[in-house]
């Protein structure tokens, strides 16, 4: 894969014009969007395939989004980059003949990825969640075998705007409300690439206890231990959800079928230790809850 000097499409809307992005005066929103890397295990030598996927975006959407993927390219070799099924999934974008919504620009260790549109219609905008782009390549034939190689999300490398040789620290993610940008918050959480053989590391538990718990007046069942976000998977989603929760629970409340299926440790409640074995779930560190 060549590294681009000059992006086309939605790339280049977004540092060249940035109308949709960063140089218009910003205001913060309360909501925060996840923008969560997969974790995969690949032998040396061998191809692996990472996903980067958006989830609780707001109801209003996104406009723009853009950030970037820092990897070790001693490690991992970077073969392809795609949109995924999120940035892929809008239709109907009539500035899009010319200017693709979604692009992407690499370097070495580095790839810069963004999705924007130049239309007010909200309805042509990013919303629900999924995955947004997946990079594959291969890993280095003499990489270490139980090395973990880190995917971490970080801003874009590029200039606040052209010339003000100040350096971007900010997540751009958010649409424009009056000519005034409406950013909102985002929680990075890495991925990684372990060395290794190939074994399967499914954080989807399979086979589920049948405990209850009493909650006003009527009992609720484990859907899926461990699925505090009930989405139907065990993620390090869920462990985020948790953390969110104890850290503010007027704001970040979970549903009642949540608290059951997140108290992975039988304490009878959520705690930060909920969080952490749901973590190492997804790591690979343990092989079941």
Known sequence: MKTKKIVIGAMAAAMLSLSVCSI?????????????ASKT??????????????????????QCCN???EYDSKVLKITDIKAGTLAGSVSGDSSSSMLPNFGNYSEEGLISVAWSTSVDDSSKW???EGTFVTISGTVASNAAE??????????????????????NDEFDCGYLKDGVKVNFNVQANAGSV???????????VTTQTTTTTSQGGSTIEVSLKGD???????TVADAVAILQSIANQDKYALKPQGKVNGDV????????????????LDAGAISSL
């Not at 973990?148 to 606040?160: C, F, L, Q």
């Not at 505090?228 to 065990?234: L, Q, Y």
């Open 146 to 167: 139980g090395t973990v190689s880190k995917i971490n999300i970080v801003p874009t490398d590029r200039e606040t705007f052209s010339g003000s040789g100040v350096k």
């Open 41 to 62: 295990t690949a032998e040396a030598g061998k191809e692996f395939t990472v996903e980067v996927s958006l989830s609780d975006i707001p109801s209003t959407g996104l």
């Open 126 to 128: 990013l919303k629900g």
């Open 265 to 280: 440790d039988g304490a009878g409640g959520i705690t930060a230790n909920d969080a952490l074995m749901i973590q190492k």
């Open 228 to 234: 505090a976000n009930v989405d139907g998977r065990v």
């Open 24 to 36: 218009a005066p910003a205001v913060a929103a309360d909501e925060t969007v996840q923008i969560s």
């Open 194 to 204: 372990t060395i290794g053989s190939d074994v399967t590391t499914t954080t989807t």
């Open 67 to 69: 950030f970037a993927i």
